[in-house]
Structure formats: structure tokens, C-alpha cells
């Protein structure tokens, strides 16, 4: 265990208390990022209540982009330091739905999770939730807060960062708040934490770069290199948590392709390997029968053979990340990179049959 047991826990060791080794609590309806179909009501069963403490109810969909067949690709970070959220608050459960669970821990069920790694016995629960007792170091609720707007928050932890010791920043214990408004913390699920999630998942399409000659190529003549423009076209992912009314869109645009041939034996064009993007979207310019002899747009000559090996053409596009989100919000996030790469044999030949 990573964090120290809070004061409660310490004072009602002997109430029925469960400090988790691990992230998870009771799972049950882990659906990963999916959200139930309905809102809660008074006789649901709370499961989002006792799902795993990496259980989201954020909302992610594909606007746009990334859907023109083949496989797909996140991207990297051009900023190594930069990292998605750990861990957020999210609306767990109604009053209704936490009265119906601390009634079935009376007759025996699981312990109610109030921290993504603290869960609470049937004396805490009822002393906190139900009875409202006064406690110097915990809120207090009487009868659930029912018949009031608003919901009881936890927090929430990105399943892909659990081995960051940041994941366990949200320890709040379950708390309430007001419909329609945002806890004032700083983990709160605000448009910019939801954009850095949707960061995650936006995914581009795997393509690979137009080369001629394919493949192979000689010695002294250039290798064009081009992306044609349905290939290279921005990817939209939007992120939502319905029960906060808080959403955000994050975009990826193409802006830049670099090429890197693998070898200090070559020239690139442009001279600094950064292919600028045409008017309408494309990069560089097909090869046509005929341009064997001229010096493309975007491309390398290779100055040396590869010797019976191969170099490893590496091509990086860079994706520029905006977003926007509810209440007018909107921002930068930094640069994405995607690479691929084509092996090239190189001949020590000086005309070639095209």
C-alpha cells in the first residue's frame, strides 16, 4: 500500500473498515470506459458505486477522422515530460443509490467504497451517511442528503497511469455535490482534464507514406515521397461525463512530415527534411513517368549504396492538438508524433529502367 491510512481509518479499525492493497474495489459492471445506458434511479443497484476504482463514466467518441480503413495508431507526445491525468472526481451515486447500498451492507453485502482505495463498514457508513454524526476529520450527510440536487463524488483513476504514485491524489472520501456545478478542486473533471484524457484516445490512421521507386532505389537518384490528401486529415475525439454536464473535443491536425533516411549518406528536399503541406491538405507531389531526373518537393537522394542491408527511411507527422469544451473552453495540448518506417536498398547503379 502506497498512502497512509486517514484518521477515520485509524479510529474505526474496529467498525469495518478495508484498506485495498490494490486500485480495484469490488468490481462490478467494469466497463471500462462505457457508461450506463440510463441515469441512476432509486432502485438501481449502484454498480458505479462499486465499480473498480478505474471505472470511468467518461464518454468517449470519434467524431471525426481515423475511419478510412486499416489499423490505427496513438500518438506520442513530442513533449516526453507530458503526461495524461492520474486520477479526477467523478459522480458516483444518488442518494438513493448510496442509502440502497449501505442497506444492503446491513443485511451483508460488500463494503462501500469511498476513496479508489479505502472502503467503509456498515458503522461508518450509516455514522457518516444516514445518521449524520459530527467527526473532525470526515463530512457528515444526514439521511443521504435525499430529496436534495445534486450527487455523491469519488475518485477516479486512469487505468493507464495506476503505477503513478499520482494516481492516489484523489482520496477524498465520497462526497457530496451540488447538481450542475464542479467540485472546487483541483481534479476536478474540468474541459481541459477531459481534453488530456481524450488525448489518449485519439488514434490515426497507420499509413504508410508513398515512395517511388518502392522499395529500392539507386545511388545519385531521388526517392519521392508524398501523402496523398484522404490519407492525412485531422482526427476528432470528444470526451464526456453527462452526469457533470462537462464535456470537451480534442483535435488532432497533420501539419508536418519529416523525413529521416536513415543514413548520413543522403540529402533530403527540403534540405532540413520537413515536407510542407500543399493548399489542399496533401504532402509532396506524386511521381509521374518522366521525373526520374528532377528534384522533388519532398524527398532524399541516397549518396551511397546499402551495401546488400537496408536503410530504414523513418517518416515522422506531426499532429498539432487543440480543444474545446463546455462553457467556451479551449486550449493546446502539446504536439503528437507518429512514425513509421520503410526499409530501402540501395543500388550502386547510375540509370535505372523506369
Request: charged share 20%.
Amino acid at each position: 500500500m502506497r498512502r497512509a491510512a486517514s484518521a477515520a481509518v485509524l479510529l474505526a479499525a474496529a467498525v469495518g473498515v478495508s484498506l485495498l492493497a490494490s486500485p480495484a474495489a469490488h468490481a462490478i459492471g467494469d466497463e471500462g470506459d462505457k457508461a450506463p445506458s440510463g441515469g441512476p434511479s432509486g432502485n438501481a443497484s449502484g454498480n458505479t458505486l462499486t465499480a473498480s476504482a478505474t471505472t470511468t463514466q467518461i464518454r468517449v467518441k470519434q467524431v471525426s477522422g481515423g475511419s478510412s480503413g486499416g489499423s490505427t495508431k496513438p500518438l506520442a507526445p513530442v513533449d516526453v515530460n507530458w503526461e495524461p491525468p492520474a486520477c479526477w472526481y467523478e459522480p458516483v451515486a444518488t442518494p438513493e443509490q448510496l442509502k440502497d447500498a449501505v442497506e444492503r451492507l446491513k443485511k451483508g453485502g460488500d463494503l462501500v467504497p469511498v476513496t479508489p482505495s479505502l472502503s467503509w463498514g456498515e458503522d461508518l457508513m450509516v455514522n457518516h451517511y444516514e445518521k449524520g454524526r459530527a467527526d473532525d476529520s470526515e463530512p457528515v450527510y444526514k439521511n443521504y442528503n435525499l430529496g436534495k440536487d445534486g450527487m455523491f463524488w469519488r475518485g477516479v483513476i486512469n487505468k493507464d497511469r495506476e503505477d503513478d504514485p499520482a494516481s492516489y491524489d484523489c482520496e477524498r472520501t465520497l462526497f457530496w455535490q451540488d447538481g450542475r456545478t464542479l467540485p472546487a478542486d483541483k481534479h476536478a473533471p474540468t474541459p481541459d482534464v477531459l481534453a488530456a484524457y481524450a488525448y489518449d484516445k485519439v488514434h490515426v490512421p497507420q499509413t504508410e507514406i508513398e515512395v517511388k521507386p518502392e522499395g529500392r532505389s539507386t545511388v545519385n537518384l531521388p526517392t519521392w515521397v508524398w501523402l496523398d490528401k484522404a490519407k492525412f486529415q485531422e482526427v476528432k475525439v470528444r470526451a464526456e461525463l453527462p452526469e457533470a454536464g462537462v464535456w470537451a473535443e480534442t483535435t488532432a491536425k497533420p501539419v508536418a512530415l519529416h523525413l529521416d533516411p536513415g543514413t548520413a549518406d543522403a540529402q533530403t528536399y527540403p534540405a532540413s527534411g520537413n515536407c510542407a503541406i500543399n493548399a489542399d491538405g496533401s504532402i509532396g507531389t506524386p511521381y509521374t513517368a518522366g521525373s526520374a531526373g528532377r528534384t522533388p518537393p519532398c524527398g532524399i537522394t541516397y549518396l551511397r549504396a546499402s551495401d546488400g542491408g537496408a536503410y530504414r527511411l523513418k517518416a515522422s507527422i506531426t499532429w498539432q492538438i487543440s480543444w474545446e469544451g463546455s462553457g467556451g473552453a479551449k486550449g493546446d495540448l502539446p504536439d503528437g508524433v507518429f512514425e513509421t518506417t520503410q526499409a530501402m536498398t540501395v543500388r550502386e547503379i547510375q540509370a535505372v529502367n523506369r
